[in-house]
Nanobody, 127 residues
């Protein structure tokens, strides 16, 4: 059974940082690309970032470039999202997600096109 468990969310002031983690199990983690998506209050899912199977290729939504860094540790079956310079508009529930069968992407899937999602972790940016 595929399981994705996110952690690391919380309340942070604008300009602050958080590091999210996603522990994966139930599939060959080091074979597949991983992604982060988010859902802000009252809005749909938004793709945030992806990382290929070995961590050498990363992809970011335009508004996250230079502020967010995705990484993975295949020995720990864990993917991370380091978020710096957080803004009010980053407030959302953050989910890790996997689309089985894809070690890398020619075209990154839309936020609602993944096979599995975790339960999410809340990130609130507020002063």
């Amino acid at each position: 059974e595929v399981q994705l468990v996110e952690s690391g969310g919380g309340l942070v002031q604008p300009g602050g940082s958080l590091r999210l983690s996603c522990a994966a199990s139930g599939f060959s983690f080091d074979d597949w690309a991983m992604s982060w998506v988010r859902q802000a209050p009252g809005k749909g899912l938004e793709w945030v970032s992806s990382i290929n199977f070995d961590g050498y290729k990363t992809y970011y939504a335009e508004s996250m470039k230079g502020r967010f860094t995705v990484s993975r540790d295949n020995a720990k079956n864990t993917v991370y999202l380091q978020m710096n310079s957080l803004k009010f508009e980053d407030t959302a529930v953050y989910y890790c997600a996997v689309k089985i069968g894809y070690s890398d992407y020619i075209e990154v899937p839309l936020a609602n096109e993944y096979d599995y999602y975790g339960q999410g972790t809340q990130v609130t940016v507020s002063s």
